[in-house]
């Protein structure tokens, strides 16, 4: 049971490039979700999906697209690549909303320059 | 807006006790949780309170007070490995998590 997986773990892209962070889970959670954590801050949500097919804007969508076409997958796209895309990037699952916990996959660390 | 206030951190030393607070001012009260973050992992949870009162899970407990909108977290004989950051979040009315900076507790020997 492998949980939550992300991939890549560090990418460094050039501004205007575009890339997918990919999130995988095999718990088989409806609930998905993806953050980014700045230095110093909280996380901020940035898109989430309540079930295959079904996906809504966070707290700092600009800058991102999502789909969810599985369960299982939920993959993030940056288009456009700027520097405050700098970030940490974390995918989580959870099998409900109202579930108490919220699963994490190990992160992404992105570099813009 | 929604404001969830930690301190940015904090020293105590091995086998000791410390508590982490932490203020809230969101849109609606559907729980609070509290996450350990290792540096450079991902957050693992801890503990959560929708109720008043005390929860209490082996070294670590949590308090939660819906009407002060306040919660703490207290984690007793504290070893090195509890060296992390602890992050409050808060689920709003829309069952969003609205996160707080996190208090990154460093452990003297």
């Known amino acids: 049971n492998a949980g939550v997986t992300q991939t890549p773990k560090f990418r460094i892209l050039k501004i205007g490039q575009s890339m997918t962070l990919q999130c995988t889970q095999d718990m088989n959670h409806n609930y998905m979700y993806w953050y980014r954590q700045d230095p110093g801050m909280g996380l901020k949500l940035i898109y989430y999906s309540v079930g295959a097919g079904i996906t809504d804007k966070g707290e700092v969508p600009n800058g991102y697209n999502v789909s969810r076409s599985t369960t299982e997958d939920f993959p993030l796209r940056l288009e456009l690549a700027a520097p405050s895309q700098t970030s940490v990037y974390f995918c989580?699952?959870?099998?409900?909303?109202?579930?108490?916990?919220?699963?994490f996959g190990p992160g992404t660390r992105l570099t813009v320059t | 807006g929604q404001n969830i206030d930690q301190p940015t951190e904090m020293t105590a030393t091995e086998g000791a006790i410390v508590q982490i607070n932490c203020t809230y001012q969101?849109?609606?009260?559907?729980?609070l949780f509290w996450y350990q973050q290792h540096a450079g992992e991902a957050p693992t949870f801890l503990s959560y309170?929708?109720l008043d009162g005390l929860e209490e899970k082996g070294r670590f407990s949590s308090f939660l007070s819906r009407s002060k909108g306040y919660s703490y977290l207290l984690l007793k004989e504290l070893q090195m490995k509890d060296s992390a950051s602890y992050l409050c979040a808060v689920r709003d009315r829309d069952y969003q998590l609205i996160w707080g900076a996190g208090t990154k507790l460093i452990i003297k020997p």
């Open positions: 989580a699952s959870s099998p409900t909303t109202e579930a108490y916990e919220q699963y």
């Open positions: 969101t849109s609606g009260f559907n729980g």
């Open positions: 309170n929708v």
